[in-house]
């Protein structure tokens, strides 16, 4: 029987919202994150326009990777690679729809 190797990493952290504690354990492979995977796909079709919007450390490799041209937004306080950012997620909504209805 063969058996595969993996090379990943794994990662326990708190997080506090609110009033309650989350516990999140994170495990994946080493070579895979957000931003490659969203580069995978992005490098498919020429893009006119791109906005990647997170509130996570792991969408800082997303904000990382994306090309110049595209817009991140991150959502905190915590230290972020994005271009934008926005203190909570109340706030997204109305700026999307301010966007939709931008000319």
């Not at 794994?10 to 999140?24: A, D, H, V």
């Not at 994150?33 to 450390?57: C, E, P, Q, R, Y």
């Not at 041209?69 to 109340?90: C, D, E, H, I, M």
């Amino acid at each position: 029987m063969a058996r595969a190797k993996w090379v990943g990493w794994c990662g326990i952290t708190s997080e506090k919202i609110g009033l309650e504690e989350k516990k999140i354990i994170e495990v994946k492979n080493a070579g895979i994150n957000k931003g490659t995977a969203a580069m995978k796909w992005i490098s498919k079709k020429k893009w006119h326009f791109i906005l990647a919007v997170g509130d996570d450390v792991t969408d800082e490799d997303l904000f990382r990777e994306l090309p110049e041209f595209a817009y991140s937004l991150k959502v905190g306080l915590a230290p972020s690679r994005a271009k934008l950012r926005f203190k909570t997620q109340n706030e997204v909504i109305p700026f999307l729809k301010k966007m939709k209805n931008a000319k």
